[in-house]
């Protein structure tokens, strides 16, 4: 089985190619690193995950040009253009990338025969449900990025895989439990959203979930985040919990009072009800609060990349 996968150098991707070699099992404990790419003995899978200057999923001839040359059996796109408020003031790059890089995605995945599994977001959501948002609902993306991801779901042929995930955080990248774990040692007040609900999503939990789908080949649309649901107040004092810090110098805020304000709208609510995978049988991811314990343990443990705070 070879598998290509774009952003595999991403905060999701990084971790998507661990779970591809057999380094987070289902269940998800992240074990040890450094192994390059290529025919994994444990799994049979054979990656290949080709860099942004490699692979530009923005420009069409290079992406057929290495899809024929490497003929996979999957595609696990997970590359994209991620930065919510800069895709405002660069609406035609986030188009570019996010839904014209899916197309020429699948179409290179058609031309082989390969799977194609793409990694969409809750930001395709208007978030005025009071209830978490199932696989069917409508979506109603308030930003660019949300926009231009729904775009790129569109752009997915019948029978493809499309992920959608929500608020990740790993040991790679930037995100909201490093940088309240960064700050956590200061005694400033930390200002966190209160206004805004979600499914705080762990990549090590979600990675063996996304190779699952994608080596099975589960066509349709999937909700794949933690279970539960906070705002990031909640998820920043929780982090300070755990990891020995005083919660309440998180402060709570609503959007209004976030300065400098930010470009893109977020939705007020975006909480994602897993219900295909619930409704299908197959295994949840465990609940958000043991997922962050598991990350602040990675982060604190000198064995793992990027495990320093
Ligand atoms: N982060 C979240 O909270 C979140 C939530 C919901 C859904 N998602 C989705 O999950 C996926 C992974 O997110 P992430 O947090 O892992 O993102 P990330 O850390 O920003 O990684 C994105 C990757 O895409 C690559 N990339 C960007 N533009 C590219 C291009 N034109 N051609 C080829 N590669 C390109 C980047 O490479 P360079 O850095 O070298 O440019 C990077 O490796 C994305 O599809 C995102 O939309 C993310």
Redesign the pocket.
């Known amino acids: 089985m070879k598998v290509l996968l774009?952003?595999?150098?991403?905060?999701?991707?990084?971790d998507i190619a661990l779970a591809l070699s057999g380094r987070i099992p289902p269940g998800g404990t992240r074990a040890s690193l450094h192994r390059p790419p290529g025919l994994d003995r444990q799994t049979g899978v054979e990656l290949v995950a080709?860099?942004?200057?490699t692979?530009?999923?923005?420009?069409r001839l290079a992406v057929l040009t290495l899809v024929s040359e490497l003929r996979p059996d999957v595609i696990i796109?997970?590359?994209?253009?991620?930065?919510v408020d800069a895709c405002e003031s660069a609406p035609d790059t986030a188009f570019?990338?996010?839904a014209l890089?899916t197309r020429h995605l699948a179409e290179a995945a058609s031309r082989v025969g390969a799977h194609l599994v793409?990694?969409?977001?809750?930001?395709v959501f208007d978030g005025r449900s009071r209830r978490p948002y199932r696989e069917w609902d409508d979506p109603g993306p308030l930003s660019v990025?949300g926009r231009s991801?729904l775009a790129?779901e569109r752009e997915c042929p019948f029978g493809a895989t499309i992920?959608?995930?929500?608020?990740?955080?790993?040991v790679?990248?930037?995100?909201l439990v490093k940088a309240t774990l960064e700050q956590g040692t200061g005694s400033t007040p930390l200002r966190f959203v209160d206004d805004q609900r979600g499914s705080p999503?762990f990549?090590a939990d979600l990675a063996p979930a996304v190779c699952t789908l994608a080596l099975e080949r589960l066509p349709g649309v999937f909700h794949v985040t933690n279970g539960g649901e906070a705002t990031r107040f909640e998820v920043a004092r929780e982090t300070l919990a755990l990891s020995g810090g005083d919660p309440d110098r998180v402060v709570p805020i609503t959007t209004a009072e976030l300065d400098p304000p930010r470009a893109a709208q977020r939705p007020e609510y975006s909480v994602l009800d897993n219900a295909a995978l619930r409704l299908s049988g197959l295994p949840l991811l465990p609940d958000w609060h043991e997922g962050l314990e598991r990350l602040i343990a990675a982060l604190g443990s000198p064995s793992v990349e990027g495990g320093t705070r």
Not at 55 to 59: A, F, L, R
Not at 78 to 83: C, D, L
Not at 118 to 123: A, F, L, P
């Open positions: 774009t952003g595999g150098r991403g905060q999701l991707g990084r080709p860099d942004h200057a692979m530009p999923v923005d420009n796109h997970s590359a994209a253009m991620t930065a570019q990338v996010n890089g793409y990694i969409s977001t809750d930001y990025y991801k790129g992920v959608r995930t929500a608020w990740l955080a790993g790679s990248g930037a995100n999503t990549t």
